[in-house]
């Protein structure tokens, strides 16, 4: 690869790896922009419903941030902090290969109810074979993925949730999760590992439900 250029390797759970190529001279689009535009195409998730990331670099080096401007723009709010490419070049290696994790969080102030993390784990801290407290191999595939997707961009559902919560509620809001449950969607949305998590003391729903 150039030296002006680095490429990424991301993956979902399952799947092979998959080429994500920064041009650290392309001035018409910062790096974290070239980052969540390739990520969206090839996790299907439209790329204003990607909030930012969380990225894990392996070799016990410092996890940092990312934020997705196309996002913040969509609500004219520009990003806290505009990234330079310069300083964090040095953050990605060239072939480092990463996990994805991908989750969903209120975005309550919005019209939209839900947003999403991309998160890049190094690969090296992940094991396709089992899960571990940085990524779970269950709730990182394809499949798992396409119906936390359906749900997010199904307006008319949380239409239907934003008129029955209350005016302020949280993520762990009793209301919230269970207007979730009562919807059939909690487990997509919130579901967690037992791994990371431990045994489950609640059920989120009735053992007797359909």
């Not at 070799?59 to 196309?70: R, S, Y």
């Not at 784990?121 to 997707?149: E, P, V």
């Not at 009562?182 to 487990?187: F, K, L, S, V």
């Not at 998590?197 to 059920?203: A, E, H, I, N, Y």
């Amino acid at each position: 690869m150039s030296e002006n250029k680095t490429t990424l390797k991301v993956k979902l759970s399952g799947e092979d790896y998959h080429d994500i190529v920064i041009d650290w001279e392309d001035e018409t689009c910062e790096y974290n922009q070239q980052i969540y535009q390739q990520l969206a195409a090839y996790t299907g998730i439209p790329i204003f419903y990607i909030k930012n990331s969380y990225i894990l670099p392996g070799n016990f080096n410092i996890p940092f941030g990312l934020e997705n401007t196309d996002y913040l723009w969509r609500f004219t709010r520009p990003p806290t902090v505009f990234d330079v490419n310069e300083r964090n070049r040095s953050r990605f290696n060239d072939g480092d290969c990463f996990n994805l994790r991908c989750c969903t969080y209120i975005c309550k102030d919005q019209d939209q109810l839900f947003d999403f993390a991309v998160d890049l784990m190094a690969s090296s801290y992940c094991n396709d074979n089992g899960c571990n407290i940085f990524w779970c191999q269950h709730r990182n595939t394809r499949a798992y993925l396409d119906k936390m997707i359906g749900i997010v961009k199904n307006t008319e559902l949380q239409k239907k949730i934003k008129a029955q919560l209350p005016v302020q509620f949280t993520q762990a809001s009793d209301e919230y999760k269970q207007l979730l449950t009562d919807y059939n969607i909690r487990q997509q949305l919130h579901g967690r590992c037992i791994y990371t998590s431990g045994p489950r003391k609640c059920r989120f729903y009735a053992p007797h439900r359909g």
